[in-house]
């Protein structure tokens, strides 16, 4: 069940010198992906971090790779949330080409103080929205 999704055309500082997709730059548009998202459901990073202190850092991160993407593809990023823990957040990643799928990521992040870098509970307004999308399962446009 995807709850965003993002169209990206893959570009040519996204790829290596054979025009194909380079991973560390995969992973940079996947985390532009997670902060559209933020946005979408309505915590901008910009206010969850300069106004309430709150980080998102992704402390586990594993990625598997079906088939490459060159220059030029469009890629279509998929984002569902499987799990809100106390201050944990669990996305799954699927990303596509008009082949199929091409690659996809399993992703935990977690709600930290800026403060002190620490790990800290969802406050319950972010908890409710990040519930909100887990069962409803509704789709956010990109902005």
């Known amino acids: 069940m995807t709850s965003f999704s993002f169209d990206r055309e893959l570009r040519f500082g996204d790829c290596d010198p054979s025009g194909i997709a380079y991973f560390p730059s995969y992973l940079n548009i996947l985390n532009g992906v ?5 946005a979408g459901i309505g915590f901008p990073w910009p206010e969850l971090i300069a106004v309430r202190k709150i980080g998102t850092p992704t402390v586990h991160l594993t990625c598997d790779f079906s088939r490459p993407s060159m220059f ?26 008009a082949d199929g799928m091409r690659w996809r990521a399993r992703q935990i992040v977690a709600a930290t103080s ?11 307004d972010v908890r409710a929205a990040l519930v909100a999308h887990l069962h409803a399962g509704e789709e956010i446009a990109a902005s």
């Open 34 to 38: 997670v902060e559209d998202f933020w």
């Open 72 to 97: 030029g593809d469009l890629l279509s990023f998929g984002l569902s949330i499987s799990k809100v823990g106390g201050s944990s957040l669990h996305l799954a990643h699927v990303i596509s080409g």
């Open 114 to 124: 800026l403060v002190d870098h620490r790990a800290i509970p969802w406050p319950d």
